[in-house]
């Protein structure tokens, strides 16, 4: 691989040492440094990291000439943080490219993140802050014969941290775009799409004959028509049964799933219905590892990503195994000088979603070929998450301008954590967002943000035998608060913020986890120093998740763009 | 090869870089339109004025605070100095679809597009949201800035007018 890297870099600077022209390409990229020290706490359970400091780095160069680009990503987990995966480890190149284009075919060698349709069977990218990175390694060739016909092929291997999975994928995808094609300036556009992939890992099997190249196959179709707009996508894997016993499949099912949506918008308003059912759909690098590091297809999850802590506390994941999910949203902006809407108007979002089980379980459930859930079943299915929220987003003078939410969710704690069902039960709670900024002069302003969440236990498990009232082993956490400060100016800002777990069950978890952060900021530079206590819990990007581990230290972060 | 090799390299590469004095100019990338059409993001137009490219996602509020704000101001800023926004969603496919009914119900008359996967984003060597780019009338970046407080936007204005002046 190193080889390969010098390659690249001595390919750039050549390009760069014999070109005639006064134009020798681009080169700029970005950079990030995390440097966390880990202290004990025993009350809020963090642990003291061996190391004292831990460290994530990296830096990424892109070097552009034309139609040629290069590029490379050094990166370092001296050691990761707590919250990474430890299998980062060391330093190393694990992201490398040569790209070039000439008349509708771009050719890549090296490392390409790509996506087929919205990534029901195939999606490779990068979501730092979760430790996703499934680049892929090999050829990847784009070609676009006309206007409105798009190819795509590819071959290669997909990267587990400083590795890359067994699996060798094959794909291709294919986009017809009518109106492009016809050069049609008509109000309807059509636009369809199909997609093919195939994974081969060898079989070590010697009891089953368990396929060796394992095809998952999708078809789209995107339609819009004036103010309307509708997106359908499906899905289907063939049966991809484990070698082994211990991960989690060792069946025959195949997989499938869809995702539909239809919008209609016009100025100042805008709705959305979606709706997205998968069954024994999770598709993976590696058919015996399990983990989010081997996932190679993404399930976008069916409910509203939330931004601030206390809604999202409590965050959906999507269960590709099995479940079934409706989504509504509408976005209206009331006018301004309205009687409502006041000088300013106001924004006002409203959201709702539900997920839940699928009919019997799902087929991955049932472990047979020969099982099909009911399509479409709601009622008397194990509710998995549901939340439906409003949010108000106001201009209240010249100098005010204010946010406020209420949010009533519902989480399936056992099921979504994966416990034992009657562990945790299922938690409804009730959030209340109010967020302030005061701008003060010029660039300099204060935020204020206050959060509270009540929680309830929906499900009675008294017969568990616990201790808690509750009726469980472990205290529920009940209540919550939050209160944040904020201090902006065009260069330094400074933060404040405690979340009080008022409510815990176990009085001597009624804690504050403190925050404080200080930082400058100048064009593409960013420097933040910070120290605080964090909750144990669980932080999604996308529906997808990692466990993060309660902690206690100083945080320094530098980040750079150029 | 060992880092010594390749830190040497690196440190050729980076010199090279700085030593050219280089415009930058904006990469060869795909984008969809909000109606799903494929558009190369080199072929945007503004007759030789001004052009914004600011990156945004749905979920990240200071984003949505300064497309709020500039939108409040934004006729004026193009009646003044014919500056056009470009705004870039790199919302991924769980709230991409969502963009278009937001977008409209939000009143902005920017000019959207998505990047779902992130490959404009990453080509322009973005790390966090928002991120906006000033591009002079020859589609050179003149000035970049990260992040959004409250005020941001007169600093972009500023620059704007000394690009049109």
């Keep these: 691989m190193r080889e390969i890297t010098l390659l690249i870099i001595t390919i750039s600077i050549s390009f760069l040492g014999s070109s005639q022209e006064t134009n020798l390409g681009e080169i700029h990229g970005d950079f990030n440094l995390n440097l966390q020290s880990y202290q004990e706490d025993l009350q809020i359970g963090a642990q003291a990291a061996d190391e004292v400091i831990l460290n994530n780095a990296y830096l990424n160069i892109n070097y552009t000439r034309g139609n040629f680009a290069t590029g490379f990503r050094y990166e370092s987990y001296l050691n990761a943080l707590a919250d990474y995966d430890p299998e980062f480890n060391g330093n190393g190149i694990p992201y490398r490219y040569v790209t070039y284009k000439i008349d509708g075919l771009e050719i890549t060698a090296g490392n390409y993140y790509e996506q087929l349709g919205y990534g029901l069977i195939f999606r490779s990218y990068e979501e730092k802050g979760l430790g996703i990175d499934n680049v892929m390694d090999g050829l990847r060739l784009k070609y676009s014969p006309m206007q409105g016909i798009y190819l795509k092929t590819f071959i290669g291997k997909s990267r587990t941290y400083f590795t890359y999975a067994d699996g060798i994928f094959r794909g291709g995808d294919s986009e017809l775009n009518i109106n492009e094609l016809f050069n049609s300036e008509s109000k309807t556009r059509i636009s369809l799409g199909g997609s093919f992939v195939s994974r081969y890992q060898e079989r070590s099997n010697l009891v089953f004959k368990i396929p060796q190249n394992v095809s998952a196959y999708s078809g789209r179709l995107n339609l819009n028509h004036g103010r309307w707009s509708y997106y359908g996508e499906y899905a289907y894997k063939i049966n991809d049964p484990a070698n082994v016993l211990s991960a989690s499949k060792m069946n025959y099912a195949s997989g499938n799933a869809f995702t539909q949506n239809i919008s209609f918008s016009k100025k100042g308003f805008g709705i959305i219905a979606e709706m997205h059912r998968t069954d024994n759909m999770t598709f993976k690098s590696d058919r015996d590892k399990d983990g989010k590091a081997y996932l190679i297809n993404y399930i976008p999850t069916l409910s509203k990503p939330h931004a601030y802590s206390l809604l999202a506390l409590y965050p959906c994941a999507t269960q590709a195994d099995g479940e079934f999910g409706v989504q509504f949203d509408l976005f209206y902006t009331i006018k301004k000088g309205s009687r409502i809407g006041g000088k300013y108007g106001a924004k006002i979002a409203l959201n709702y979603s539900r997920i839940n089980g699928l009919n019997k379980g799902s087929a991955f459930l049932n472990d047979t070929r020969e099982h099909t859930p009911m399509l479409l079943s709601i009622k008397g299915e194990e509710l998995y998450f549901e939340d439906i929220n409003l949010s108000i987003n106001k201009k209240i003078n010249k100098k005010v301008k204010g946010n406020f939410i209420f949010a009533n969710q519902t989480y399936n704690k056992d099921f979504l954590e994966g416990h034992v069902p009657g562990d945790y039960g299922v938690l409804n709670s009730t959030i209340f967002v109010l967020d302030f900024t005061y701008k003060i002069r010029g660039r300099e302003s204060i935020k204020a943000e206050l959060q509270t969440l009540a929680s309830k236990q929906l499900k009675d498990y008294s017969n568990h035998g616990g201790v808690y009232e509750n009726g469980m082993e472990e205290p529920a956490e009940g209540d919550w608060g939050m209160l944040a400060l904020e201090y902006n100016s065009a260069h330094w800002f400074f933060g404040f913020q405690n979340m009080y777990n008022y409510g815990n069950e176990d009085v001597s978890k009624r804690l504050h986890y403190i925050n404080l952060t200080a930082g400058f900021k100048k064009g593409a530079n960013r420097f933040e120093i910070g120290y605080g206590k964090k909750r144990e819990g669980i932080f999604c990007v996308g529906g997808v998740c990692k466990l993060v581990p309660s902690s206690n230290g100083f945080s320094l972060n530098i980040s750079s763009s150029f | ?165």
């Design chain 2, 1 to 165: 090869m060992n880092n010594k090799t390749f830190l040497t390299f690196l440190a050729i590469a980076l010199f090279t870089s700085i030593s050219f004095g280089q415009t930058r100019t904006l990469p060869n990338h795909i984008v969809k339109t909000l109606d799903g059409d494929n558009f190369n993001i080199q072929n945007i137009e503004n007759d030789g004025k001004p052009i914004i490219i600011s990156f945004w996602f749905m979920q990240c509020k200071p984003c949505l605070k300064e497309l709020n704000a500039i939108a409040e101001v934004y006729e004026d800023w193009q009646d003044e100095t014919g500056v056009k926004l470009i705004a870039i969603s790199i919302d991924n496919t769980r709230s991409m679809s969502k963009v278009a009914p937001f977008v409209n119900a939000s009143g902005w008359d920017y000019e959207v597009y998505l990047d779902p996967n992130s490959d404009f984003k990453r080509a322009m060597g973005v790390v966090t949201a928002p991120h906006t780019f000033l591009l002079n009338g020859n589609k050179e970046i003149v000035w970049q800035h990260r992040g959004y407080n409250d005020g941001d936007e007169f600093e972009l204005l500023k620059k704007i007018n000394q690009l049109v002046k």
